[in-house]
């Protein structure tokens, strides 16, 4: 049962990023061959398994009850959406961290394996920041605010 927990978790944080949508096809069945689940346009394709079991551990059982757990999470948004959940300010802004601590938290990971120590990936990181910092468009207003 802990390991199948360990997996939903690791599941949950993969469905952080959109999942897999149909690609722009004759639809074919080839095209078709490697989708698990649909709930209209969106798929759970076999890669997104793989994404979540790289060692292919799951069994059959826990590949059924990931699958039933995708749908009915998908659905669940589908209300959320109707309801105008998704579109809430506040929902929104959560989302938006929620995403920024997985995408950073993977930062993290790749960051420490490709450096020794920890003061060497935080110079990298910075120098990375700054080097961003220049091409990209940056505002700062906190006056704005009331």
Do not use: H, Y
């Not at 095209?31 to 394709?45: G, H, N, Q, T």
């Amino acid at each position: 049962m802990m390991r199948f927990l360990i997996f939903f978790i690791l599941f949950a944080a993969a469905c952080g990023k959109p999942a897999s949508t149909p690609p722009a096809s004759n639809g074919t069945v080839a095209d078709e061959a490697d989708v698990i689940a649909r709930v209209d346009d969106r798929v759970l394709r076999v890669g997104d398994l793989r994404a979540i079991d790289p060692a292919g551990t799951l069994t059959a059982d826990e590949i059924s009850s990931v699958t039933e757990n995708w749908v009915e999470k998908e659905l669940l948004m589908k209300v959320a959406g109707e309801r105008g959940v998704l579109t809430d300010t506040t929902v929104q802004w959560r989302v938006d961290q929620a995403r920024s601590e997985i995408v950073l938290g993977a930062l993290g990971e790749v960051l420490r394996r490709e450096t020794s120590a920890e003061t060497e990936a935080k110079s990298l990181l910075r120098k990375e920041v700054e080097a961003m910092r220049k091409k990209s468009r940056v505002e700062s207003n906190p006056w704005r605010v009331k």
